[in-house]
Protein backbone atom coordinates (compact mmCIF):
# COMPACT_ATOMS: atom_id res chain seq x y z
CA UNK A 1 0.00 0.00 0.00
CA UNK A 2 0.95 3.49 -0.66
CA UNK A 3 1.15 6.42 1.74
CA UNK A 4 -2.28 7.94 0.83
CA UNK A 5 -3.92 4.66 1.69
CA UNK A 6 -2.66 4.49 4.82
CA UNK A 7 -3.52 8.31 5.79
CA UNK A 8 -6.53 7.62 4.32
CA UNK A 9 -6.82 4.55 6.78
CA UNK A 10 -6.06 6.20 9.39
CA UNK A 11 -8.40 9.16 9.11
CA UNK A 12 -11.24 6.41 8.84
CA UNK A 13 -9.82 5.03 11.81
CA UNK A 14 -10.62 8.12 13.87
CA UNK A 15 -13.72 8.67 12.36
CA UNK A 16 -15.06 5.30 13.26
CA UNK A 17 -15.42 4.48 9.88
CA UNK A 18 -13.20 1.54 9.27
CA UNK A 19 -14.21 -1.63 8.69
CA UNK A 20 -13.59 -4.12 12.01
CA UNK A 21 -11.50 -7.05 9.33
CA UNK A 22 -9.39 -4.14 8.05
CA UNK A 23 -7.82 -2.72 11.39
CA UNK A 24 -5.08 -5.64 12.18
CA UNK A 25 -4.30 -5.17 8.63
CA UNK A 26 -3.69 -1.15 9.26
CA UNK A 27 -1.91 -2.18 12.63
CA UNK A 28 0.35 -4.71 10.27
CA UNK A 29 1.38 -1.54 8.41
CA UNK A 30 1.53 0.51 10.62
CA UNK A 31 4.34 -1.69 12.63
CA UNK A 32 6.21 -1.71 8.99
CA UNK A 33 6.02 1.90 7.97
CA UNK A 34 7.50 4.57 9.86
CA UNK A 35 5.98 7.53 7.91
CA UNK A 36 2.54 6.32 8.39
CA UNK A 37 3.12 5.43 12.49
CA UNK A 38 4.43 9.36 12.84
CA UNK A 39 1.24 10.20 10.77
CA UNK A 40 -1.15 7.95 13.57
CA UNK A 41 0.39 9.52 16.63
CA UNK A 42 0.39 12.81 15.11
CA UNK A 43 -3.41 12.72 14.03
CA UNK A 44 -3.97 10.45 18.14
CA UNK A 45 -2.42 13.41 19.53
CA UNK A 46 -5.03 15.98 17.75
CA UNK A 47 -7.30 13.71 18.52
CA UNK A 48 -6.99 13.97 21.81
CA UNK A 49 -6.07 17.72 21.92
CA UNK A 50 -9.36 17.77 20.79
CA UNK A 51 -11.55 16.18 23.26
CA UNK A 52 -9.25 17.87 26.45
CA UNK A 53 -10.64 21.21 25.21
CA UNK A 54 -14.28 20.12 24.44
CA UNK A 55 -16.27 21.80 26.89
CA UNK A 56 -19.57 21.07 28.09
CA UNK A 57 -22.33 23.41 26.73
CA UNK A 58 -23.95 25.02 29.75
CA UNK A 59 -27.67 24.42 30.24
CA UNK A 60 -28.66 27.82 30.94
CA UNK A 61 -27.20 29.20 28.27
CA UNK A 62 -29.85 26.62 26.08
CA UNK A 63 -32.75 27.89 28.49
CA UNK A 64 -31.86 31.41 27.67
CA UNK A 65 -31.92 30.82 23.97
CA UNK A 66 -35.06 28.85 23.73
CA UNK A 67 -36.48 31.52 25.76
CA UNK A 68 -35.28 34.03 23.43
CA UNK A 69 -36.72 32.49 20.75
CA UNK A 70 -40.08 31.68 22.24
CA UNK A 71 -40.09 36.03 22.41
CA UNK A 72 -39.29 36.78 18.69
CA UNK A 73 -42.01 34.23 18.01
CA UNK A 74 -44.66 36.00 19.97
CA UNK A 75 -43.26 39.48 18.73
CA UNK A 76 -43.30 37.94 15.16
CA UNK A 77 -47.18 36.88 15.28
CA UNK A 78 -48.17 40.57 15.50
CA UNK A 79 -51.55 41.55 13.75
CA UNK A 80 -52.29 44.62 11.34
CA UNK A 81 -52.92 47.22 14.96
CA UNK A 82 -49.31 46.43 15.61
CA UNK A 83 -48.19 48.04 12.17
CA UNK A 84 -47.23 51.63 12.26
CA UNK A 85 -49.18 53.92 10.79
CA UNK A 86 -46.61 54.80 7.97
CA UNK A 87 -46.83 51.54 6.66
CA UNK A 88 -50.81 51.14 6.83
CA UNK A 89 -50.77 54.10 5.05
CA UNK A 90 -48.24 52.53 2.20
CA UNK A 91 -50.55 49.60 1.96
CA UNK A 92 -53.58 51.45 1.26
CA UNK A 93 -51.57 53.35 -1.32
CA UNK A 94 -50.03 50.34 -3.16
CA UNK A 95 -53.93 48.81 -3.27
CA UNK A 96 -55.29 52.27 -4.49
CA UNK A 97 -52.28 52.15 -7.11
CA UNK A 98 -53.04 48.92 -8.16
CA UNK A 99 -57.00 49.55 -8.71
CA UNK A 100 -56.32 52.71 -11.13
CA UNK A 101 -53.97 50.42 -13.09
CA UNK A 102 -56.52 47.97 -13.51
CA UNK A 103 -58.86 50.36 -14.04
CA UNK A 104 -56.48 52.22 -16.25
CA UNK A 105 -55.19 49.12 -18.39
CA UNK A 106 -59.60 48.73 -19.03
CA UNK A 107 -59.71 51.84 -20.24
CA UNK A 108 -56.35 51.92 -22.63
CA UNK A 109 -57.63 48.48 -23.81
CA UNK A 110 -61.40 49.94 -25.19
CA UNK A 111 -59.49 53.09 -26.92
CA UNK A 112 -57.74 50.89 -28.79
CA UNK A 113 -60.68 48.91 -29.96
CA UNK A 114 -62.15 52.21 -30.69
CA UNK A 115 -59.07 53.17 -32.38
CA UNK A 116 -59.15 49.97 -34.74
CA UNK A 117 -62.72 50.19 -35.97
CA UNK A 118 -62.02 53.43 -36.62
CA UNK A 119 -59.12 52.21 -38.60
CA UNK A 120 -61.44 49.94 -40.66
CA UNK A 121 -63.75 52.69 -41.15
CA UNK A 122 -61.12 55.17 -42.64
CA UNK A 123 -59.77 51.82 -44.88
CA UNK A 124 -63.39 51.24 -46.43
CA UNK A 125 -63.48 55.22 -47.22
CA UNK A 126 -60.15 55.08 -48.75
CA UNK A 127 -61.64 52.55 -51.07
CA UNK A 128 -64.61 54.15 -51.60
CA UNK A 129 -63.10 57.26 -52.68
CA UNK A 130 -60.50 55.21 -55.14
CA UNK A 131 -63.72 53.57 -56.56
CA UNK A 132 -65.07 56.92 -57.42
CA UNK A 133 -62.28 58.61 -58.49
CA UNK A 134 -61.50 55.54 -61.14
CA UNK A 135 -65.22 56.13 -62.36
CA UNK A 136 -64.95 59.33 -63.62
CA UNK A 137 -64.52 60.07 -67.26
CA UNK A 138 -61.26 61.40 -68.39
CA UNK A 139 -61.31 64.91 -69.45
CA UNK A 140 -58.96 67.06 -72.05
CA UNK A 141 -58.20 70.21 -71.67
CA UNK A 142 -57.98 72.57 -74.66
CA UNK A 143 -55.96 75.83 -74.71
CA UNK A 144 -57.36 78.59 -76.69
CA UNK A 145 -56.15 82.40 -77.61
CA UNK A 146 -56.84 85.17 -74.61
CA UNK A 147 -56.38 82.72 -71.93
CA UNK A 148 -59.37 81.28 -72.59
CA UNK A 149 -59.61 77.52 -71.67
CA UNK A 150 -62.00 74.83 -72.46
CA UNK A 151 -62.65 71.73 -70.34
CA UNK A 152 -64.39 68.55 -71.82
Do not use: W
Not at 11 to 34: H, I, R, V, W
Not at 63 to 74: A, D, P
Amino acid sequence: MNTEEFKNMIKMYFDGELAKNKEPLLFTSLSQDAEARDYFKSMNLLKHAVEETENEFPHELEERIFHSLKNKKKNRALGYKDLGIAKIISYSLVAILVIINIYLLGRISSYNDKMNAVETVVQKQNQMIELLFNSLPTSEIIAVENNKHIIN
